[in-house]
């Protein structure tokens, strides 16, 4: 009895965590990692969506959710709705590698919006910069 208790209690109390990728729009990106409450306000929200980007610690500035994937590696698609993994039948797009026109695959997908079960995140700064970091004094060899 007491074993089944710790497993529920286990699965209710999971909160979520997220591999971040935040990219701007000159190319340059930088990789943060979300854990138990830091990750609760990203939870719910959908491919496309624009949040405020001190959520995640960079201030001044808003985010849009791009794409991800989960710890399978299944890849989000944004017209597939929900959280689910889904068979779609594709022709091109997210998930799919080049195939010769006129094929169509059937793929494994997951919807949309961000769950638990979601691992990396991919985000673009809309507004605002990355933060810089301060490099310290590069050791050079001495030099005859």
Not at 19 to 36: F, N, P
Not at 85 to 95: A, N
Request: glycine share 12%.
């Amino acid at each position: 009895m007491q074993r089944l208790i710790k497993a529920i209690s286990t699965l209710v109390f999971k909160l979520a965590q997220f591999k971040l990728v935040i990219s701007d729009a000159r190319g340059k990106s930088i990789t943060q990692e979300l854990k138990d409450r830091a990750a609760q306000p990203l939870l719910g929200s959908k491919i496309g969506d624009i949040i405020d980007s001190s959520v995640v610690g960079i201030s001044g500035g808003k985010m849009k959710f791009t794409g991800g994937s989960d710890k399978s590696g299944t890849p989000m698609r944004p017209d597939v709705h929900g959280g689910v993994k889904k068979y779609v039948l594709l022709s091109r797009g997210v998930g799919m590698k080049n195939i010769v026109d006129g094929n169509r695959i059937r793929k494994l997908v997951r919807g949309n919006m961000i769950t638990e079960e979601i691992y990396q995140l991919n985000c673009m700064l809309v507004e605002g910069s990355l933060p810089v970091k301060v490099e310290g004094p590069s050791k050079e060899p001495a030099t005859k």
